[in-house]
């Protein structure tokens, strides 16, 4: 069976890293990306038998790419996770089961999580399921930066085959004031990267079969149209089906709409600067 290595980046988590870590006891290794962390992370990582490495963060693709390259990996294959993410049995089994079968041009999987709000899957208003790029074969692929975060899929040289049992992150794990600070943080990224980034809408790639190419097709239509935030809890609570989620759905699609408003704020102020 290839060596499987977990990869977990993270800044000041000592609420969120020995839970991620336990649940990844199955991989044959995991190592820990600390970002000078003061809340004793990396000494709450050590103390639960992973290895730490500590590099400053510029962004969620450029840290995993490096870390990818540290000698201390030693995998074939690599499971990218953040510390508010963590595996369940049925997932560890899942991705095991695919990396045995795995053919020699398979050089990565696309996987799929669950968030959870007071303790509810948010499995319509967040649209589950969103296939992103975390388990990779060394040295076939890079991540690439999209705004805040990363590109879910990008550009590879090989097949991506799905991995359908999801894993779990738990986006609201330290409160409700810290995601709000932290998507305040965001909405700066995203707005910058909006304006720098905007191309043309290209009627194809918005009835792409791809589901993938579909979405940001239809994300960038969704920057275009009038009354975005309101557009944006429609489409999260109607027509994905948000309101199945009950309460959790609701709130969570208004924090969304609101976290949009920010986006078009702050673009707008960049764009009267």
Request: proline content about 5%.
């Amino acid at each position: 069976m290839p060596v499987i290595s977990a990869i977990v980046i993270c800044r000041n988590e000592a609420d969120n890293i020995l839970r991620c870590i336990q649940s990844l006891d199955w991989c044959d290794e995991v190592i820990v990306v600390d970002d000078n962390s003061t809340d004793g992370t990396a000494d709450i990582a050590r103390n639960a038998g992973a290895k730490v490495i500590n590099h400053p963060f510029e962004s969620f693709a450029s840290q995993r790419n490096w870390a990818m390259c540290q000698p201390v990996v030693q995998g074939e294959w690599i499971l990218h996770f953040d510390a508010d993410e963590t595996s369940s049995p049925s997932f560890a089994s899942a991705v095991n089961d695919a990396i045995r079968t795995a053919s020699n041009d398979c050089v990565a999987f696309a996987l799929c999580r669950k968030t959870m709000f007071h303790g509810a899957w948010l499995k319509y208003s967040d649209g589950f399921p969103v296939w992103i790029m975390r388990l990779v074969r060394r040295n076939t692929v890079l991540f690439e930066d999209s705004g805040h975060g990363e590109v879910p899929i990008p550009k590879i040289a090989g097949t991506l085959p799905k991995i359908d049992e999801p894993f779990i992150h738990d986006a609201f794990s330290k409160g409700l004031s810290n995601w709000v600070e932290r998507h305040n943080k965001y909405s700066s990224y995203e707005a910058g990267h909006e304006r720098q980034s905007e191309q043309p809408l290209m009627f194809r790639q918005i009835i792409s079969t791809d589901r993938a190419i579909r979405r940001r097709a239809l994300r960038g239509l969704s920057r275009r149209l009038p009354a975005r935030p309101v557009m944006r809890f429609l489409y999260q609570y109607v027509l994905k089906f948000g309101f199945l989620d009950g309460r959790p759905g609701l709130q969570f699609c208004l924090l969304m709409a609101i976290y949009e408003w920010f986006i078009v704020l702050k673009k707008n102020e960049l764009e009267s600067a």
